[in-house]
Antibody, heavy 118, light 106 residues
Framework: QVHLVQSGVEVEKPGSSVKVSCQAS????????INWVRQAPGQGLEWMGG????????NYPQKFQDRVKIIADEGTSTVYMEMTNLKNEDTAVYYCAARGDWDAFEMWGQGTMVTVSS | SYELTQPPSVSVSPGQTASLTCSGY??????TSWYQQKPGQSPVMVIL???KRPPGIPERFSASTSGDTATLTISGTQTMDEADYFCQAWDDNTAIFGGGTRLTVL
């Protein structure tokens, strides 16, 4: 059984950066593409990007290309999502999710609450 | 940019059939996934490849796609099915989510 375990709550000030981790069990980084999806309070799901299991090449939507970096560390089976220049509207729960061969997000982490406030 | 549209809310009585729709341009040409999210919990995949139910998901969950509309059907809806449901598809290597439908069972 595969599990994704994320790091804990973060509280940051506007303009700062945050780095959230997602540790995968079961050696899945070679099989699944780990993606990041966020959910603002009371809102829907928003895809932030992901990293290919084969090449390690990240893929971001245009909205996040300049502020988000996703890096996979195969040695520790951990994927990191770093977001810079935080704004109040970045306050959200951030999920990592494993995308399999069938292009669906088959497994999800427990979520990490990131609060941006001065 | 590509968009998926879902009705904000659907209500159903216990034991009845709930139909949740997701609309997008030529959606039938893409694979749609569906996710269930209960309050305070992470999303759970309930359908992949537009109509395939993963292991562990009850048989009362089914889905289909025709033209621009994908439909998630829950037969014999139970109170435990009350949740938010999101559809998702890929367009130009970008994951697109619908806005979600809150299913109320009462």
């Amino acid at each position: 059984q595969v599990h994704l375990v994320q790091s804990g709550v973060e509280v940051e000030k506007p303009g700062s950066s945050v780095k959230v981790s997602c540790q995968a069990s079961g050696g899945i980084l070679s099989t699944y593409a780990i993606n990041w999806v966020r959910q603002a309070p009371g809102q829907g799901l928003e895809w932030m990007g992901g990293v290919s299991p084969v090449s390690g090449t990240p893929n971001y939507p245009q909205k996040f290309q300049d502020r988000v970096k996703i890096i996979a560390d195969e040695g520790t089976s951990t994927v990191y999502m770093e977001m810079t220049n935080l704004k109040n509207e970045d306050t959200a729960v951030y999920y990592c999710a494993a995308r399999g061969d069938w292009d669906a997000f088959e497994m999800w982490g427990q979520g990490t609450m990131v609060t941006v406030s001065s | 940019s590509y968009e998926l549209t879902q009705p904000p809310s659907v209500s159903v009585s216990p034991g009845q059939t709930a139909s949740l729709t997701c609309s997008g341009y030529m959606l039938a040409r893409k694979y749609t996934s569906w996710y269930q999210q209960k309050p305070g919990q992470s999303p759970v995949m309930v359908i992949l490849l537009s109509a395939k139910r993963p292991p562990g998901i009850p048989e009362r969950f089914s889905a289909s796609t025709s033209g621009d509309t994908a439909t998630l059907t829950i037969s014999g809806t139970q109170t435990m099915d009350e949740a938010d449901y999101f559809c998702q598809a890929w367009d130009d290597n970008t994951a697109i989510f619908g806005g979600g439908t809150r299913l109320t069972v009462l």
